[in-house]
């Protein structure tokens, strides 16, 4: 298994330009969301996808978009880039029910807004 | 509302010596509560997680946590650290219902001096 892997890793973006962070997981899991970490700030959920079609919003979506098309993939939109959105991102899945807490993370991407 | 702290931001122990990284929750039921390690440049891994019972729990790597409900806190220890501890460490609790979620501390990162 590959678990949770993320592409890119690194990215650098100007102002105003979008992109797509790819998520993927191969465990069948159900729950997948998308977390970003800042220095001081801990985690911070953006939004979380309890399965196929279902998608809700964390404590910091604005700026963010997702959609939950397949099981496997969890894509993360930044519609127009700003600052405030360099941080490094990353996607997490889990099973349903309990197992909703016990969450297996990507590598990571770290993006970097100018 | 549920919240998770983290009294100690850095740390650093001597390899060999023992380890405790505190965590303090404030949740109004009966929590569920996890630890998660960081390696640096890497996605978070589940160390241990408690749901109900035995309040001491074992993880891997060596570590293990003790729920206590009187001073709502579930704080990790390892008798001998090795230097591949270094890493930041987070203590999150679950929310239950229908909107379930982690809430995260916001971490201590562990030194270890060789």
């Known amino acids: 298994n590959a678990g949770v892997t993320q592409t890119p890793k690194f990215q650098v973006l100007k102002t105003g330009q979008s992109m797509t962070l790819q998520c993927a997981q191969d465990?069948?899991?159900?729950?997948m969301s998308w977390y970003r970490q800042d220095p001081g700030m801990g985690l911070r959920l953006i939004h979380y996808?309890?399965?196929?079609?279902?998608?809700d919003q964390g404590e910091v979506p604005n700026g963010y978009n997702v959609s939950r098309s397949t099981t496997e993939d969890f894509p993360l939109r930044l519609l127009s880039a700003a600052p405030s959105q360099t941080s490094v991102y990353f996607c997490?899945?889990?099973?349903?029910?309990?197992?909703?807490?016990?969450?297996?993370f990507g590598p990571g991407t770290r993006l970097t807004v100018t | 509302a549920q919240s998770v702290t983290q009294p100690d931001i850095h740390i650093t122990v001597s390899e060999g010596a023992s380890l405790e990284l505190r965590c303090n929750y404030s949740?109004?039921?009966?929590?569920?509560l996890f630890w998660y390690v960081q390696s640096p440049g890497q996605g978070l891994q589940l160390l241990l997680k408690y749901f109900s019972g035995d309040t001491l729990v074992q993880g891997i790597k060596g570590f293990e946590a003790e729920f206590k409900r009187s001073q709502s806190s579930f704080n990790l220890r390892k008798p001998s650290v090795h230097w591949s501890d270094a890493a930041e460490y987070f203590c999150a609790v679950a929310t239950a219902g229908n909107n379930r979620k982690l809430i995260w501390g916001l971490g201590t990162s562990l030194a270890v001096n060789p």
């Open positions: 997490a899945s889990s099973y349903g029910g309990q197992g909703i807490y016990e969450q297996y």
């Open positions: 949740y109004g039921a009966t929590p569920y």
């Open positions: 996808s309890v399965g196929a079609g279902i998608t």
């Open positions: 465990m069948n899991h159900e729950y």
